[in-house]
């Protein structure tokens, strides 16, 4: 008898700790990002990230450069992981020596959110869109 009860009680336990489990979702800051940094407008870009004529459409290649160091490379990689680092050119954008560049571009998954992200941080001064020749 007693170890039944004791039975009744472990369930009774583990079914009031189950149904008191949250079942919220932890909700991320909107991202309001700063659109005036972008030199392309976003709305043009489709869901995939490409513009165009339906016959034709292609991604958009950017870049914009930002502080050397291993901080903010890591930074900007927990936003875009496919972004490309080149610590010794100056692209279009003119980067300094004290800078490095970020090639990036809109053909994936959340482009928008990730360029709105880039675009909100403080060290990024301006994402200019590539035209290779």
Known sequence: MNRIIGLVVIGLVIFVGMSCKSTSTVTQEPVMGQ????????????????IGPANGKVSIDYEFCFPKGYDYEKQLQSIDPEL?????????????????????????????????RLSELEFVKRIRRVYYE
Do not use: M, W
Not at 89 to 107: D, E, N, P, V
């Open 84 to 116: 490309k680092i080149l610590p010794e050119t100056k692209g279009r954008s003119g980067c300094s020596k004290t800078q490095s560049l970020a090639i990036g571009s809109t053909h994936k998954p959340n482009y928008k959110e990730i360029l709105l």
């Open 35 to 50: 659109v005036e940094k972008i030199d392309f407008d976003l709305s043009k870009l489709d869901k995939d990230g490409l």
